[in-house]
């Protein structure tokens, strides 16, 4: 499991700017696309091969002279429980204030590890930067400038060390073998994410597995249907709950950030019942970030009149379209009706998200793709693609190589895309094309 990294200050001291560079990377991944919303306080970073989450507490607003413990929003409070690090951040140029002192007791009360990092150290001497902190008895502080990265590298390193070493030995041993294809069902509070998942799990003996973490417990309950063998991932309604904070909320955005990354399709549940919300376009951004393959279940489809299903897949189509990659299905978990249809597009789902595609066929499907349309002239040149290879898998990555790529535009580029999704029947996945202009190595070069 991705360890989680939280990152607690008063306002202003840099947990944007430090988040901000921590998740850049990722950014990437995800073009702006109408309709999606994404909630900019949690993000992926990774250090070289570790990956983990980070938490930007940006709404943390200590309010006036008491009580800010009792205050403290109560997203700040679930990021610290679930966090296995707290970066506290302190302004090394404006030194110690009173509300660190209060962070600080909040802090310790919760018993979570927390490195003490002094920002906006650029410029600074070491020593004179930490003389004000060490009242804050955390020991010896950080020292980082998030603005321009420096010690950030290292500081991060450190979190993730800590994070591992509290973890229970032999940890990565103790997951169990791979069991088929591992499913997330995510959704927010009552669209029915137990009551599937019983369904699923029917009679059958239930087996947990249990990862006892210090902060987590990550469940994993096999299943079979016909035949197949399945895996749900940290499961809700199954899941025990944590000791540290009871205050809290039933939605965990951590836990639904750690079983889509652990999973390899997700099922985002939708409730036919309700409107489609803020919540659920979060959550849907969340999964289409992770690249994760998807299923789109709306539940609660037993009861309604017909004109309210109409409405419904109006509205899905309007606020959800970004989803439109992948397959969508009306279910009703408690009467278990439409469950077998929803099963084999997970199947289907992980095959597309998985599929091997050979150059040779992948630079056929390009050349007929040119041959019905080709890309439009930008000035005198007109950019020309030679061919195409998979650079990835799970979402699937189609490299384009050829000269002027940078030309092609937008629209084109989706056009390319849907033709690899018709062509090799990718449904249910994200597809990402990049496109490399360069040499063509396989050209002779002539004189
Ligand atoms: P947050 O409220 O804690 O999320 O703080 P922000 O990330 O929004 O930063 C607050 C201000 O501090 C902004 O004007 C940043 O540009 C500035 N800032 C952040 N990191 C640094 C740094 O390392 N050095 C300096 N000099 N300024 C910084
Ligand atoms: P969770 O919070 O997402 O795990 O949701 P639950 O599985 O606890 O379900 C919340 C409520 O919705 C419960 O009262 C369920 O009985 C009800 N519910 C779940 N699935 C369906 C369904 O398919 N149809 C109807 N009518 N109610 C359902």
Known sequence: MKPVIALVGRPNVGKSTLFNRLTRSRDALVADLPGLTRDRHYGEGRVGERP???????????????GIVKEMALQTKQAVAEADVVVFIVDGRQGLTPHDKTITDFLRKSGRKVMLVVNKAEGMKYTSVVADFYELGMGDPYVISAAHGDG??????????????????????????????????????????????????????????DMPGTTRDSIEVPFERDGKHYTLIDTAGIRRRGKVFEAIEKFSVVKTLQSVSEAHVVILLLDAQQDISEQDAHIAGFILESGRALVVAVNKWDGLESSDRDEIKIDLDRKLDFLSFAKTHFISALKATGIGPLMKSVDSAYAAATADLSTPRLTRALIEAVEKQEPKRKGSTRPK???????????????????????????????LEKHFRDTFNLVGTPLRIELRTGKNPFARTQK
């Open 385 to 415: 693609m030679r061919y195409a290879h998979q650079g990835g898998q799970n979402p699937p990555i189609i490299v384009i190589h050829g000269n002027s790529l940078e030309a092609i535009t937008e629209p084109y580029k989706r056009y």
């Open 52 to 66: 983990f989450l980070v938490i930007d507490t940006g709404g943390f607003e200590p309010v006036a002279k008491e």
């Open 152 to 209: 950030v590298h290292d500081l991060v390193q450190e979190a993730l060390d800590t994070a591992f070493a509290q973890r229970p030995e032999d940890a990565e041993e103790l997951e169990p073998a791979e069991r088929g294809i591992k499913i997330a069902i995510v959704g927010r509070p009552n669209v029915g994410k137990s009551t599937l998942v019983n369904t699923l799990i029917g009679e059958q003996r239930v087996i947990a597995f």
